[in-house]
């Protein structure tokens, strides 16, 4: 009896199965049983486990498509279209409301795809470890081969690896987008692209700048939620300060009040008062909050209209000024219009 059991787990394996069991219970043969487990039996166990998890991957990927599509519903979309002067603070403000939609959009679908391939990935190497194994394949080593190589590889393309974590985090938190106005602290300017490995920013030049996801250590976004225009204004020391200041107030308020289509103050304007002792004027600062990258549009309003009631209040504005005393060097003396300013 242990040799029949022997030869046996010998001809279909150590769990034997119930057809291989059967055929050599009913021939009494090494070969039958060994020829109905092979071309039979294992067979239909392997058809089984990809059966098993093409459905398992199905109802994933079903479920997984299900909680992107209702990301995106949560998501209000406009149908209004875009005007066509997007130029204008209307212009701008629409097109960076259509932006936002399909940045929410895009990060469910990205979501949707992250979640997908790492349950795909997950479900394939389970079944091809389980369909290795009803090959009566010793896994220990392939195990171990996969670690080595998979370490080689990864410090190998760590760089590349790190660059699509980062772009990952940043599209699923929504740090930037396409349209905002950011630095990375390599580059400043506007974003054009972004990847799951690179993020594309243009400046002022007009230089565009591609920088790895993985090498940005810190993001400063100035074009969400709100922004502040800073405004510095100069005037001379023997101006009256608390009358300057109620000027430059009274006039962020008019613009404020005013509600301007091409000033968006979204907040009363503050002055903040003195913030400097220059070399030829104190500086009087003032803080306007506007929406989101309107604060140099803003500023550029602010500063005209701030310029034009100085010179109506006759308020000063100086320029900077240099006193250079001229000493001659041989023994006559200076003339007396040596004194130049």
Same mark, same amino acid.
């Given at each position: 009896?242990?040799?029949?059991?022997q030869? #046996?787990?010998?001809?279909?394996?150590? /769990?034997?199965?119930?057809?291989?069991? &059967?055929?050599?219970?009913?021939?009494g043969?090494?070969?039958a049983?060994?020829?109905?487990?092979?071309f039979?039996? $294992?067979p #239909?166990?392997?058809?089984?486990?990809?059966?098993?998890?093409?459905?398992?991957r199905?109802?994933?990927?079903?479920?997984?498509?299900? &909680?992107?599509?209702?990301?995106a519903?949560?998501?209000?979309?406009?149908?209004?279209p875009?005007?066509?002067?997007?130029?204008?603070?209307?212009?701008? /403000?629409?097109? /960076?409301?259509?932006?936002?939609?399909? $940045?929410? $959009?895009?990060?469910?679908?990205?979501?949707?795809?992250?979640?997908?391939?790492?349950?795909?990935?997950?479900?394939? *190497?389970?079944? %091809?470890?389980?369909?290795?194994?009803?090959?009566?394949?010793?896994?220990?080593?392939?195990?171990?081969?996969?670690?080595?190589?998979?370490?080689?590889?990864? &410090?190998?393309?760590?760089?590349? @690896?790190?660059?699509?974590?980062? %772009?990952? &985090?940043?599209?699923?938190?929504?740090?930037?987008?396409?349209?905002d106005?950011?630095?990375? %602290?390599?580059?400043?300017?506007?974003?054009?692209?972004v990847?799951?490995?690179?993020?594309?920013?243009?400046?002022?030049?007009?230089?565009?700048?591609?920088?790895?996801?993985?090498?940005?250590?810190?993001?400063?976004?100035?074009?969400?939620?709100?922004?502040?225009? @800073?405004?510095?204004?100069?005037?001379?020391?023997?101006?009256?300060?608390?009358?300057?200041?109620?000027?430059?107030?009274?006039?962020?308020?008019?613009?404020?009040?005013?509600?301007?289509?091409?000033?968006?103050?979204?907040?009363?304007?503050? @002055?903040?008062?003195?913030?400097? *002792?220059?070399?030829?004027?104190?500086?009087?600062?003032?803080?306007?909050?506007?929406?989101?990258?309107?604060?140099?549009?803003?500023?550029?309003?602010?500063?005209?209209?701030?310029?034009?009631?100085?010179?109506?209040?006759?308020?000063?504005?100086?320029?900077?000024?240099?006193?250079?005393?001229?000493?001659?060097?041989?023994?006559?003396?200076?003339?007396?219009?040596?004194?130049?300013?």
């Open positions: 009896m242990p040799e029949e059991i030869e #046996l787990t010998s001809a279909c394996g150590s /769990r034997p199965g119930l057809f291989c069991e &059967f055929v050599y219970n009913q021939t043969s090494y070969n049983a060994r020829i109905a487990s092979w039979v039996e $294992r #239909l166990r392997i058809l089984l486990i990809i059966l098993v998890a093409w459905v398992i199905w109802l994933l990927q079903r479920a997984i498509d299900r &909680f992107v599509a209702r990301i519903e949560n998501t209000e979309i406009d149908v209004t875009l005007p066509e002067d997007t130029s204008s603070v209307a212009g701008r /403000r629409a097109l /960076r409301e259509h932006t936002l939609e399909a $940045r929410s $959009r895009q990060r469910a679908i990205t979501i949707g795809a992250v979640l997908n391939s790492a349950s795909t990935l997950g479900i394939v *190497l389970v079944a %091809g470890l389980l369909v290795l194994s009803e090959l009566d394949l010793n896994l220990a080593p392939l195990i171990a081969s996969a670690g080595i190589a998979g370490l080689a590889i990864g &410090f190998g393309a760590q760089s590349m @690896v790190k660059d699509f974590l980062a %772009g990952i &985090f940043i599209i699923l938190e929504d740090q930037y987008g396409v349209g106005i950011v630095n990375t %602290g390599l580059a400043t300017g506007k974003v054009e692209e990847s799951l490995r690179t993020t594309r920013l243009r400046d002022q030049a007009g230089t565009l700048w591609i920088v790895p996801n993985g090498e940005i250590q810190r993001v400063g976004n100035t074009s969400q939620l709100w922004s502040n225009a @800073v405004i510095d204004v100069e005037v001379s020391y023997d101006t009256d300060l608390d009358y300057a200041i109620s000027v430059i107030k009274a006039t962020l308020d008019e613009i404020w009040m005013e509600a301007d289509p091409n000033a968006t103050v979204i907040a009363e304007p503050e @002055v903040l008062g003195v913030d400097q *002792l220059g070399e030829s004027s104190v500086v009087i600062r003032a803080v306007v909050k506007c929406e989101p990258a309107e604060q140099w549009s803003m500023g550029r309003i602010a500063r005209k209209r701030i310029k034009e009631a100085l010179d109506a209040a006759g308020i000063e504005i100086p320029f900077a000024q240099r006193t250079v005393w001229v000493r001659s060097m041989g023994g006559d003396a200076p003339p007396s219009d040596a004194l130049a300013s």
